[in-house]
């Protein structure tokens, strides 16, 4: 990102003590940082890592709710874990350690504003726990995650449903009929990839949402309808 720190052994060592965590290979580091547009190579930037973190993310936030949340049922749990993993909730991880200024990007991403940076503060802290887990294993790679994932799961007391397991319950008491999506449109690098989704329900005006995954609209599109309807608050919990 703009202004960002030069990759030194002084500001690595800083990084490190931010997330808590000492590499022995400080490629896997370099990397985990480093945005697709700053270095193409393949290998090269946080792609990969990316796609792997994602994975490790999800099952020790799994983990740690089926181990906190003794009572809950199993859609609850979904809840939880989906917005405790959602690029939401990793971009605001990001911020709090303020990882954008070690963030190695290109001049191009340097220009992103709004939902396209929060998409790329999001990545690179799915990358630091691969690099995390690679480098150190499940326990270290777990020990990142628990610092900054406990108190969040803490406070999400008011977790809404799953928007697309609502709207289709509403929509089977209503009309009596399940809603279908329908994907628009994919758009944007292989890197950050943007779909555009639109739910339809036979008697109610169609709604539009777009996010970095085709599952990700869906639930924008099956929140919009929600909140049209009053059967959500607007932005509520």
Not at 30 to 41: E, V
């Amino acid at each position: 990102m703009k202004g960002a720190i030069p990759l030194n052994d002084a500001n690595r060592k800083a990084l490190e003590e931010l997330i808590g965590y000492v590499f022995t290979d400080k490629d896997r580091l370099d990397r985990a940082i480093t945005h697709a547009s700053a270095r193409p190579g393949k290998g090269s930037n946080y792609e990969r890592l990316e796609f792997l973190g994602d994975r490790v993310l999800g099952l020790c936030v799994a983990e740690m709710l089926f181990r906190t949340f003794r009572e809950a049922k199993e859609g609850e749990l979904s809840v939880r874990l989906n917005q405790l993993v959602s690029a939401e909730s990793c971009a605001a991880v990001s911020d709090d350690l303020a990882l954008h200024r070690f963030i190695r990007t290109g001049a191009d991403v340097k220009k992103l504003t709004g939902k396209a940076m929060m998409n790329v503060r999001a990545d690179v802290v799915e990358s630091l726990i691969a690099a995390i887990y690679l480098d150190g294993g499940l326990e270290a790679a777990r020990g990142f995650i628990l610092a900054n994932w406990e108190g969040r799961a803490a406070r999400a007391e008011g977790a809404r449903r799953d928007a697309k397991t609502e709207l289709q319950e509403w929509a089977h008491a209503r009309f009596g009929v399940t809603p279908n999506y329908r994907v628009d449109e994919r758009s944007g690098p292989d890197h950050d990839p943007r779909f555009t989704v639109t739910v339809e329900i036979r008697g109610v005006k169609p709604e539009t949402g777009t996010d970095r995954s085709k599952r990700a609209a869906e639930q924008v599109a099956a929140t919009k309808i929600l909140e049209r309807e009053g059967v959500w608050p607007k932005g509520g919990a």
